[in-house]
């Protein structure tokens, strides 16, 4: 039988304006918060179809695929394939706050490939380590747009 699809979203605020926040989330945009990010493009750049591939700290390669790109909706969604691991989709929301500040959702929807894939998605969908993992997003992220609005 095959494996279910998991999904956790988790949000943050961060204190800047949603046109500059939508674009820490495509593959070039996180290298400038995320540690280790390192995408190879493989065909576009931020556009619907484009992909690139990624490699985790436990070697594992990732191919990307851009689902939806439109930052003036504040919207980006990837769909994922982690070789011989887990496939999903991972969803980016950016609203607009009442403080001109940006309200972030992030939703990954995975599935196991076998058992030690589901057993990662377990984990890594885990309330507890998700919110934490989300938080870490959320230090990085407001540490980028910092430095970021500093160097303009």
Not at 8 to 23: D, E, Q
Not at 37 to 64: D, H, I
Not at 139 to 150: H, V
Request: glycine residues 10%.
């Amino acid at each position: 039988m095959p494996a279910t699809p998991l999904t956790r979203s988790h949000g943050f605020h961060l204190a800047a304006p949603r046109a500059r926040v939508i674009r820490l989330f495509t593959a070039e945009g996180e290298r400038a918060w995320a540690p280790g990010w390192n995408p190879e493009m493989l065909a576009g750049c931020e556009e619907r179809g484009s992909a690139f591939r990624t490699r985790s700290e436990r070697g594992v390669e990732t191919v990307w695929v851009v689902a939806d790109w439109r930052p003036e909706e504040g919207r980006a969604s990837y769909a994922r394939v982690a070789l011989g691991s887990n496939i999903g989709l991972v969803d980016v929301a950016c609203t607009d706050s009442a403080d001109g500040g940006t309200e972030v959702s992030v939703r990954y929807t995975l599935t196991g490939l076998d058992e030690a894939g589901r057993a990662f998605v377990q984990a890594f969908l885990e309330p507890g380590n998700y919110a934490a993992m989300i938080e870490e997003w959320r230090e990085l992220t407001a540490r980028a747009l910092s430095l970021i609005a500093t160097h303009s």
